[in-house]
Every structure is written in structure tokens, then in C-alpha cells.
């Protein structure tokens, strides 16, 4: 939620939140309750792996005693997609739990999982790298639970730390099948204040679904970004409008910073 010091003044404007379909529901009753219109639009499809076989071989491998020391998970997907997976069975517990961000972190626990390193602050790989557990890791074994394809710098760093690192992609990543004339209507009756979006991918998967003329009247809109990626990206995409980079991706993040953008702002 906002906090006290900032007070929401959303006042009727239509603000794009671009979650995947099934998690925007609470993002949507934060915007509206706040007095916005929350304008649905989502970008992104979360699908099961599509290699559901080679999933379980590495489920398998995870059960094994010793054969992992640390397993991280890069998002609430993966928490949600790997436990589905590997139920019945129960979390091998001599395997400690890193989670990136605040969202996994929630959802680890909602399983009754506990997480041994998370950032405090900054949910990002650069910030769970920066850690101190995860400084002198040679020789533990280590396995990344994520989407298909993704950064490579949690792997990259952790192999030249000398740590030995496995992949189980658990769930990909697809465009969503949304009408573009929605977008495009709202944009072109000036029905747009702002745009939420949290990640570079989704941003791409917008242009994918809009096309540079969809961005194009977009150019000036006021942007609510995840992280400071995404805004670098937004601004190589050329969009010109007003860039606020919120403190991570969360709902509640991404609320605070729209409400602070606009606490000065009139009235519409």
C-alpha cells in the first residue's frame, strides 16, 4: 500500500497495468480504490515448461541427498510452477532456499518454506549476488529455478566464484493473445495517464503486440518501471515521457510510485 506520506491522488486517470492476466487482479483493486481507472492490458503469458519431462528429471536430481546445496528461485512463477511439479513430494530440506525478490520471497513462505538469502532491498541478481552467503561458494552446488531463457549474470558470476550452477527452466514465458484496439483506442481519446510495466521482456512484449506506430502514441505517457533496466530500455525504445523507477515490482512498489509521481498533480 502507499504509504502515509504519500497520498493518492489517482482522481480518475486511467492508468495500463500490463500484469499477466491471472496476477493483476490485487494491482487493479489497489489502482481503483485509490480513485484510478485501471486499464487492463496484459502483455505476457505465464505457460508450464514445455519440456515437462526434462522438469521432473531435474526434480529428481533436487530430491537426491547431496546433490544440491542451494537452490534460487528468480520469481513467484518459479516458486509456483516447481512445487506444483514436484508435489507430492515435500522440499528437500537439507537444500537451502535464495529468493531474488519480495513477491518469491512471500510465496516461498506461503508454502511453508523458509528463505535462508534474500535481499533486503533492491530485488534484483546484481543485489542477491552481493550478498554475503553467496561470496565464497566454491564447490557448492547450486540450481536456478526460472523461466526459459532469461539474464545470465546470476550463473555467470556464480561459476567464476567457483561454484558448480544447473538451470531447471520450471515455466516459459509467451505474448499474450490481447487486442492491440484496446491499447490503441484509449491512447488516441488521450484516456492514458500512465503506463505500469515491470520488467524489460514485458516492454518488448508490448512492442511485439503494439508495433513501433502502437509505441508511437505512448511516446509522451508518464512510464511506472520495475527496475532501472526497464527504463534505460524505454528510453532506447524512444519514449519520452516521464520515467519513475519504483523501489522493485511488487503491487504495493508499483502503487507508491505512481502515487508519489502524481501527489502534486491537479486534480482531473
Not at 101 to 108: F, H, P, S
Request: glycine share 8%; aromatic share 4%; proline share 5%.
Amino acid at each position: 500500500m502507499p504509504t502515509a506520506a504519500t497520498p493518492c491522488v489517482l482522481n480518475g486517470r486511467g492508468i495500463v497495468v500490463m500484469r499477466p492476466a491471472h496476477q493483476a487482479d490485487a494491482l487493479c483493486a489497489l489502482i481503483e480504490a485509490a480513485g484510478g481507472r485501471a486499464l487492463r492490458f496484459p502483455v505476457l503469458e505465464i505457460c508450464p515448461a514445455a519440456d515437462p519431462a526434462a522438469v521432473q528429471a531435474g526434480l529428481v536430481r533436487l530430491m537426491r541427498p547431496g546433490e544440491y546445496d542451494l537452490a534460487i528461485f528468480v520469481s513467484a512463477n518459479a516458486v509456483h510452477y516447481t512445487l506444483k511439479a514436484l508435489a507430492p513430494h515435500t522440499w528437500p530440506t537439507s537444500v537451502k532456499i535464495a529468493a531474488i525478490g519480495a513477491a518469491t520471497a512471500r510465496a516461498l513462505a506461503a508454502q511453508g518454506l523458509r528463505v535462508d538469502i534474500a535481499p533486503a532491498r533492491d530485488f534484483t541478481s546484481e543485489a542477491l549476488l552481493a550478498l554475503p552467503e553467496l561470496q565464497s561458494v566454491r564447490n557448492q552446488r547450486i540450481l536456478i529455478l526460472r523461466g526459459a531463457g532469461g539474464r545470465e549474470i546470476l550463473r555467470d558470476n556464480l561459476l567464476a566464484r567457483g561454484a558448480q550452477v544447473d538451470y531447471l527452466e520450471v515455466y516459459r514465458r509467451a505474448t499474450a493473445t490481447t487486442d492491440p484496439s484496446i491499447l490503441l483506442e484509449h491512447g488516441r481519446a488521450g484516456a492514458i495517464d500512465a503506463v505500469l510495466i515491470a520488467s524489460t521482456e514485458s516492454l518488448h512484449k508490448l512492442l511485439a503486440i503494439i508495433g513501433t506506430l502502437g509505441i508511437a502514441l505512448l511516446r509522451t505517457t508518464t512510464w511506472v518501471v520495475g527496475n532501472e533496466r526497464t527504463r534505460q530500455l524505454a528510453r532506447e525504445l524512444g519514449l519520452g515521457g516521464t520515467m519513475v523507477v519504483a523501489a522493485d515490482a511488487t503491487d504495493a512498489a508499483m502503487l507508491d510510485a505512481l502515487c508519489a509521481h502524481f501527489a502534486t498533480s491537479q486534480p482531473q
